[in-house]
């Protein structure tokens, strides 16, 4: 089948590498434009990128498919490449209708999680700090509303107690690009549904924001934990200690009764804090401007005293 590939950030390249080793014509891959990056600010190319042009796929940045020259331009490219199927995946950016009606079998769109829930931008991040005990991958027709077109197949991955959403994330994306070699084979066989989706338990993952990834020890021990293994490693919880960010990349959840106010570093082995209900061990985190460490390495050069109060 001939494709045009639609991606951008690490979960897109094993669904593209999947397409690529599945014996599919690859034409083209739009991803985002490179973003300046880290402190020295300089321009990165996106991951899908980096595969394409590893891989000689043809690559194409547009600032917009909606508006602009570069929207119209981008339009009478896909026009003149006439693909068969456009496969999405995390790319980014709305597709007008003049977009998803120009392929011959559509717009295929490669979502991490069990649709209709967690519709939108951060399902993995989402459904970890909501403590769900499960998501997956849904391959769909793509329509003008977000993820709500038909779905044509899914797949279940359980989650533990300790996953986190950079694990979550590793498992769907490989689990994404068998699902959509398999889903392209019932497309080009004529055998693949449309299972309309209801608005029936559905939800929201929107975008998560820099105010949100504060941790707020007003809540219990597991709203806490959920929401630190929902935000590790990427974009990373954090508290604020001495008035600088500590980041938190995981914890463990402490049974012990603890008679402190909320945020209170407590008695016992690690860094533990005091929850509204409950207490966690804040067991690998980074100082601002430091390292990722364990507790323990980083108690050894900063004693913390029982009764600091992080927040």
Known sequence: MKIVFMGTPDFAVPCLDALVKAGHGIEAVFTQPDRPKNRGHKLQMPPIKEYALENNIPVYQPASLRKGEDAEASLEELRSIAPDCIVVAAYGQILPKAVLDLPKYGCINIHASLLPRYRGAAPINRCIMNGEKESGVTIMHMAEGLDTG????????PISEETTASQLHDILAQAGGKLIVKALSMIEDGIAPR???TDE???YAAMLTKEECRIDFNDTADNIYNKIRGLSQSPCAYTMLDGKRLKVYFAQKLDISVNAPAGTVTEGEGLCVACKSGALRLTDIQPEGGKRMKDSDFLRGRKIPAGTLLG
């Open 201 to 203: 338990n559905t939800c």
């Open 150 to 157: 038909d779905m044509i197949i899914s797949e279940t991955v």
């Open 195 to 197: 299972i309309p989706q």
